[in-house]
């Protein structure tokens, strides 16, 4: 089983930035994808970004592109996700995510084998 604990999350101001970490431990995987994905009252899950192993292959979502930062450290086995000049609309609870057997990118849910508990960002304007 793998535990994944999100940590970072709180209450900034809109231009403002944030920096999310999220802890894997238990099984260890050889080439397992880790991504983030929020999600906002009311509205469904939401893929933001995701990132391979060894950081070669790294996709955004349209929404956070340019803004977003995602990062990992296999020494920590931690992935961290920067947000710089956060919007009221990035308000959400922000969820890391592990692919145990990843062929893409996924960019779906279902695609993730472990999700973290979530911590909650709130952007006030």
């Known amino acids: 089983q793998v535990q994944l604990v999100e940590s970072g999350g709180g209450l900034v101001q809109a231009g403002g930035s944030l920096r999310l970490s999220c802890a894997a431990s238990?099984?260890?995987?050889?080439?397992?994808?880790m991504g983030w994905f929020r999600q906002a009252p009311g509205k469904e899950r939401e893929f933001i970004a995701a990132?391979?192993?060894?950081?070669?292959?790294?996709v955004y979502s349209d929404s956070v592109k340019g803004r977003f930062t995602i990062s990992r450290d296999n020494a920590k086995n931690t992935v961290y996700l920067q947000m710089n000049s956060l919007k009221p609309e990035d308000t959400a609870v922000y969820y890391c995510?592990?692919?145990?057997?990843?062929?893409?990118?996924?960019?779906?849910?279902?695609?993730?084998?472990?999700w973290g508990q979530g911590t909650q960002v709130t952007v006030s304007s």
């Open positions: 990132i391979t192993r060894n950081s070669g292959n790294i």
């Open positions: 238990g099984r260890t995987f050889s080439s397992y994808v």
């Open positions: 995510a592990l692919d145990r057997d990843p062929i893409v990118l996924s960019r779906s849910t279902w695609a993730y084998d472990y």
